[in-house]
């Protein structure tokens, strides 16, 4: 699975970029950052999506449960997208991310905090994103 840093994960060719998806990847951010940015800009149930910090080719799904942020990871693998609802435990495979991602959001059987907000990076003023730092020595 590739990705494409300025929009987000390259999705198969069978696969349109969705406008949703997109607006919510917000690629290579810590858990710590994700959790300030749902904790400032979001509400209860507002959602983002991000790369895995500790396994390559795995996003995580975050979810704004007050007071906690929830992490699910989503990998791609042969027969489509799946999500870890628990150790062990995935919801079957969907076709597309999208497909995945609205799913959750119409409700899993009470396993994961409803989706209602997404965090729409494009409706974030500018410096609320996190930017990566270069640092001079003088």
């Not at 069978?14 to 990847?25: D, G, K, M, N």
């Amino acid at each position: 699975m590739e990705r494409n840093s300025a929009v987000g994960p390259r999705l198969n060719q069978t696969e349109s970029e969705s406008r949703l998806v997109s607006s919510i990847y917000y690629g290579k951010i810590s858990k710590r950052e994700t959790e300030r940015l749902l904790e400032r800009h979001g509400t209860e149930g507002s959602f983002l999506l991000r790369d895995s910090e500790s396994l390559q080719g795995v996003y995580c799904l975050c979810v704004r449960n007050t007071p906690f942020v929830h992490t699910y990871r989503i990998q791609q693998s042969s027969e489509g997208w799946k999500l870890q609802i628990a150790p062990g435990e995935m919801l079957p495979c969907f076709g597309t991310l999208e497909r995945l991602i609205e799913r959750c959001r119409s409700g899993v059987a009470g396993s994961i905090p409803p989706l209602t907000h997404p965090l729409d990076k494009t409706q974030l003023r500018d410096g609320a994103l996190p930017t990566e730092m270069a640092y001079m020595e003088m």
